[in-house]
Nanobody, 123 residues
């Protein structure tokens, strides 16, 4: 089972990126999915999550109104659209899959993780 993130890169403040997380080895259509990020010297923190259906979403206050999580079950893929990026959004972004249909903001609620994709926002 693999989760592979892509779409990271270098962008100027105010710009946008869309991250993708493609799952292989099994389907996650009945599982909650989430995005987390980790900046250098900091702990991994919650960014966004979606329930198994994709209709319930939840965001960290720091990204609310700027980021959007979505999923495309046919492609077994989850996305994170990031707009109005700020330098403080710079981090390695990880996608994760939970064992159940809903999960929250804690890393231990997720049991599959990708290797991460770097997002760097310049000022």
């Amino acid at each position: 089972v693999q989760l592979v993130e892509s779409g990271g890169g270098l962008v100027q403040a105010g710009g946008s990126l869309r991250l993708s997380c493609a799952a292989s080895g099994r389907t996650f259509s009945s599982n909650a999915m989430g995005w987390f990020r980790q900046a250098p010297g900091k702990e991994r923190e919650f960014v966004a999550a979606t329930d198994w259906s994709g209709t319930i979403t939840y965001y960290a206050d720091s990204v609310k109104g700027r980021f959007t999580i979505s999923r495309e079950k046919v492609k077994n893929t989850v996305y994170l659209q990031m707009n109005s990026l700020k330098p403080e959004d710079t981090a390695v972004y990880y996608c994760a899959a939970a064992p159940g249909r809903w999960a929250g903001v804690v890393t231990t609620q997720y049991d599959y993780w990708g290797q991460g994709t770097q997002v760097t926002v310049s000022s």
